[in-house]
């Protein structure tokens, strides 16, 4: 149903089932899909693509220009999946040339209210970013990522799955899977022990996770060689194997 007070472009493509709330503006290359609710006094600007069951609450601006001096009014997008919820005053701004064109979102991820996911950044599915919590452009997030409250996290830096990042940290450098961090400037403090728990994770496995991280942070190791080292451990425990991924693919080196 679309409220008599909302204003919506009749180019945009809007599910039966939708909801759309009073004073919310739908504009031009606006794709929503089904059961999806959009609250009252939200803002979406296209070309966005919102997938199916998502809910976004109300004074949220989903879709517009990227906050980026060199955009000059090119055509980017951003692709949101499903199952998503998105809380008042949430900002999520479209891709820019500069990258891949888009900014891409998972599914069954939370973002609080107050969070901001800038132009070109790529997000997985599972992730909870808290109230404030800020992503600058280019951040790739991987799946059943937690970033607590007013964490800041710089342009082009990638978080791996399951990490965590506690209340007010600044992440400037790469994290690897399963490490959970803190502080401003942001340091590793261990394995992200209860997430692993809460998804699943073996004990035996979590101890392999756990032994991994103390070679790459504990055992004074160059990072090559600890990559070496957890490169043999994949053998008895596959779970390592994105972190050896991840760990030749930082291009910004990681935090230690």
Partial sequence: ???KLAVVDQHARIADSADIGPYSCIGADVVIGENTVIGPHVVIKGPTTIGANNRIFQFS???EDPQDKKYAQERTELLIGDHNVIREYCTINRGTVQDNKITRIGHHNLFMAYTHIAHDCVIGSQVV??????LAGHVRLGDHVV???FSLVHQFTHIGDYCFSA?????SQDIPPYIMVAGNPTKPHSINIVGLERHGFSLDVINEIRRAYKIIYKSGLKLGDAIAVLSDMTHECPEIQCMVDFLRQSNRGIIR
């Fill in 1 to 3: 149903m679309i409220d």
């Fill in 61 to 63: 601006s989903i879709g």
């Fill in 129 to 134: 970013m808290s109230n404030g919590a800020s």
């Fill in 147 to 149: 970033l607590g409250g």
């Fill in 167 to 171: 209340m007010g940290s600044a992440v």
